[in-house]
Structures are given as structure tokens and as C-alpha cells.
């Protein structure tokens, strides 16, 4: 199964991922515009687009492991699975700014008082870096600097299992399993402490 897997990979461009990443934000539009996300289609908007974007936050976070414990190898997927992450939030963003909101001053009110906005917020600013440096330049020009700069992935994958835990009202699980399983995905990347040599 593995090696059918990566045979597959190999023979599949990443190009196509960027056309299908954008159909679901499209359809979602087409539902709230033709009264398919219930009585309120701009909430249910906002929270269908966000979670995309944080399940595809996840599956980007898989790949390394991916690799690492079972031999799948799907490396070459993960720049558009970035980007498309960075697509979501944006539009996620835009959506609750321009068409939920559409008030500076409260805007602004709300990313100082409700904390979950303010993390949401500085976990789409340490986005912004890895989106634009993420091309064949910016690793040639960056070098070392870019898989540090990188580092700040993780960064923006517990921000925004924080969010969706501090969004919801009331005990849920779902929230607190997405968190648990990027704690987890992160901690596959921790070195392991090499063993003190015997004296």
C-alpha cells in the first residue's frame, strides 16, 4: 500500500491541488447566497471556511510524519497545502471583516478585547512571512534562515487549535481533539534526547 501510495504521488502534479483548494469556498458562497447555511449563513460561513482551513492546517502537519513513521512520502503537496491554508484564513478573515463586521472602530474593539481575536490575529500575522516566502526563490536567497523562518508553522498550528477551542461556547470535543492531534503531529517532531553514554 505504501509504495502504491508514493507511486501515485510521484505521478501527480501539485498544480491541480490549487484549482480544487478554491472550489469548496466557492460552493460554500453559492450555499449561504441561496439560503443553504441556515439562519445564519454569514456565522456558518465564517466557521465552515475557518475550519477547512485548519483541517488542511492539520493534514500539512501530517506529512512530515507521514514520511518519517510509515514511508509516505506526499512532501511534494505541501507548499500548495500551505498556501491553500493561508487562502482560507484570508478569505475566513475577509468574510468576518467585510461582511459580518464592517466596522473599523469595532473591529478594532474586538481584536483588543476578546482574546480569541487577538490570537487568531497574531496567528494570521506569523502567516503572512510563511506565505510569501513560500517559493523556489525564497529558499535559494534565505537558505538556512528559511526552514527556521518555517519553524513558525507550528507556531500558527497551536494559535489556531486555541482559537477554535476559545471560538465555540460551551464544552465541545470536537475543538479539543483538533488541539490534541496537533499537539500530537508537533510532538512527533521533538528530537529524541540521545542517551547518556555509560561511564
Not at 458562497?29 to 488542511?56: M, R, S, T, V, Y
Not at 467585510?98 to 474586538?110: F, K, N, P, S, T
Not at 479539543?176 to 540521545?194: C, Q, S
Request: aromatic share 12%.
Amino acid at each position: 500500500m505504501r509504495d502504491l501510495i508514493n507511486r501515485m504521488a510521484r505521478r501527480v502534479p501539485a498544480w491541480p491541488l490549487y484549482i480544487l483548494g478554491v472550489v469548496p469556498v466557492a460552493y460554500l458562497f453559492w450555499l449561504g447566497i441561496n439560503g443553504g447555511l441556515g439562519a445564519e449563513p454569514i456565522k456558518a460561513l465564517e466557521q465552515k471556511i475557518g475550519g477547512i482551513g485548519l483541517q488542511l492546517l492539520v493534514a500539512g502537519l501530517a506529512i512530515t510524519p507521514l514520511r518519517r513513521f510509515f514511508g509516505i512520502n506526499l512532501i511534494k503537496f505541501r507548499r500548495a497545502i500551505g498556501l491553500l491554508v493561508f487562502f482560507y484564513i484570508v478569505v475566513h478573515l475577509l468574510v468576518w471583516l467585510l461582511i459580518d463586521v464592517q466596522d473599523m472602530a469595532r473591529i478594532w474593539q474586538d481584536i483588543l478585547k476578546r482574546p480569541y481575536i487577538t490570537i487568531g490575529m497574531v496567528g494570521f500575522i506569523c502567516m503572512v512571512p510563511l506565505a510569501v516566502t513560500s517559493n523556489n526563490w525564497s529558499v535559494r536567497r534565505l537558505g538556512p534562515v528559511w526552514r527556521r523562518l518555517h519553524r513558525l508553522t507550528y507556531i500558527v498550528a497551536v494559535l489556531g487549535a486555541v482559537y477554535f477551542v476559545m471560538l465555540v461556547k460551551g464544552f465541545q470535543v470536537e475543538p479539543l481533539v483538533y488541539l490534541a492531534v496537533i499537539l500530537g503531529l508537533l510532538a512527533t517532531r521533538v528530537p529524541k534526547r540521545r542517551k547518556s553514554a555509560a561511564v
